[in-house]
């Protein structure tokens, strides 16, 4: 089933951008768990619409629970289910890209392989409004993680051409409390909200580049060879929406090193623990996590909904077109998408806890 993730943490998530509701269903959570349903909707609101720099669609995303909960507020190890209700829908905006898919969007294959039973409205399931659902999941295994002493964190990397510091590669630290414009340094803050500007007055988009940090992850988790952690983080992080690119550790940047310049040593720490002198690895050797720290990055292709005009086919005449696209999009999908990141890894990190 495509909408289904997880061998022990299962979820499914179901619902479309303009349909009633959207929401997920987690098989497989461990019972009496109090979830801090006040915690959860703030992670929430740092992925909810209508800030600065995002599209001006506003929904408060609030979290119902459904099922999965007993008269306490604990799971009680029935399916949870949870859904965000849908408030603020323009379908009429989509009407003209029903003949005429926009370019590089989901449209012209949802529509060649469903007929008449494609949903473009907003982008129908295709849409990054389906990954409200993967952060309510997210949110409650990062809960369930910090209890294990893991912690997961994000931030913009980088935006056009603008670049922001990165994560420490050895220190079990992650920076906390960002600012509402998730980087790390505020002066290449300033640089990536130039590029967005630069965008939104040219009516077009940017790509960019997150980077994941998940610390305390002990050693041996992970199954070679296609369950190796790797892979279990790719296969949730590309079901995100506009995610085009993966590499963990030092990525592809290695092809241009050297065997000696890209090992990571064996070395004592302070403790007499058995640590590596760098981190090229991304804290994972063979598929099984080393004990360091685990480091990724992802790219995002630029927002394919843009106000320039573009070419296009009209699917009934087969004639070339010229589109127009209206609605509202995000610039750049990186700020929401930050905490996205995070939910999914630690929904991938929890099903191999589990």
Do not use: W
């Not at 951008?17 to 098989?27: C, E, K, L, M, P």
């Not at 929430?44 to 306490?72: H, I, Q, W």
């Not at 991304?282 to 790219?299: E, S, Y």
Request: hydrophobic share 40%; glycine share 10%.
């Amino acid at each position: 089933m495509s909408s289904l993730y997880g061998e022990n943490l299962k979820i499914t998530v179901f619902g479309q951008s303009h349909s009633q509701a959207i929401g997920v269903v987690i098989d497989g959570f461990p019972a009496g768990v109090k979830i801090d349903e006040l915690e959860l909707q703030k992670f929430m609101d740092r992925r909810a619409p209508g800030r600065l720099y995002t599209t001006p669609r506003k929904e408060k995303d609030e979290v119902k629970f459904l099922s999965g909960l007993n008269e306490n507020g604990l799971t009680c190890g029935a399916p949870i289910m949870a859904i965000i209700e849908n408030t603020n829908v323009k379908s009429k905006d989509y009407d003209n890209i029903k003949l005429c898919p926009r370019p590089s969007h989901s449209d012209l294959v949802s529509m060649l392989k469903h007929g008449e039973g494609a949903d473009i409205r907003g982008g129908g399931q295709f849409s990054g409004r389906l990954t409200a659902p993967i952060c309510i999941a997210g949110g409650i295994a990062m809960q369930v993680l910090k209890g294990l002493g893991v912690n997961v964190g994000a931030h913009i990397y980088k935006i056009g051409k603008a670049v922001d510091d990165s994560y420490s590669t050895t220190s079990q630290e992650i920076p906390i409390n960002l600012p509402d414009f998730p980087s790390l340094n505020p002066e290449s803050a300033s640089k990536m909200q130039d590029e967005l500007l630069s965008a939104i007055e040219d009516g077009d988009s940017v790509g960019a580049v997150i980077e994941c940090k998940i610390t305390g992850v002990h050693v041996g988790l992970g199954e070679p060879m296609f369950d190796g952690v790797e892979s279990r983080l790719a296969k949730i992080l590309f079901g995100i929406p506009a995610v085009k690119g993966f590499e963990i550790g030092a990525g592809f940047s290695v092809a241009d090193k050297k065997g000696s310049e890209n090992n990571d040593q064996i070395v004592l720490d302070n403790e007499n623990k058995i640590v590596t002198e760098t981190n090229n690895d991304g804290g994972v050797n063979g598929g099984i996590t080393n004990g360091m720290p685990i480091l990724f990055k992802v790219a995002f292709k630029p927002t394919p909904s843009i106000s320039k005009p573009q070419k296009s086919v009209n699917l009934k005449t087969m004639q070339e077109e010229v589109l127009e696209i209206k609605g509202r999009h995000d610039p750049c999908v990186a700020i929401r998408a930050v905490p996205v990141v995070e939910a999914a890894a630690a929904i991938a990190i929890l099903d191999m806890y589990l």
